[in-house]
């Protein structure tokens, strides 16, 4: 059974960062997608940034461009986002679905319980 816990999150002011972190247990395929997604009040999940874990293929929302790095190494996925703004706001949640990256939400079987990330003016 695979298990994600997410971590991280926090309050800073526009222009700062945060570093978004994602343990992971019981892979037991040979590559996963792993991603991070966030959803405001009001709004649908949205994916914000994916990559395999055999570190091939990079996906990043057209929003975080150029701000937002995802990492994979030893089971663990970060999410360094730098300059961040208030629109970032959001909760934000690992997710991790074997072999393919896909774009929505519901194709994802996996899931952490959520970091709260808030971004002031």
């Known amino acids: 059974q695979v298990q994600l816990e997410d971590s991280g999150g926090g309050s800073v002011q526009a222009g700062g960062s945060l570093r978004l972190s994602c343990a992971a247990s019981?892979?037991?395929?040979?590559?996963?997608?792993m991603g991070w997604f966030r959803q405001a009040p009001g709004t649908e999940r949205e994916k914000v940034a994916s990559?395999?874990?055999?570190?091939?293929g990079t996906y990043y929302a057209d929003s975080v461009k150029g701000r937002f790095t995802i990492i994979y190494a030893n089971n663990k996925l970060d999410l360094q986002m730098n300059s961040l703004k208030p629109e970032d706001t959001a909760m934000y949640y690992c997710?991790?679905?074997?072999?393919?990256?896909?774009?929505?939400?519901?194709?994802?079987?996996?899931w952490g319980h959520g970091t709260q990330v808030t971004v002031s003016s």
């Open positions: 990559i395999y874990t055999s570190g091939r």
């Open positions: 019981g892979f037991t395929a040979n590559n996963y997608c």
């Open positions: 997710a991790a679905e074997p072999t393919f990256c896909y774009n929505v939400a519901s194709r994802f079987h996996y």
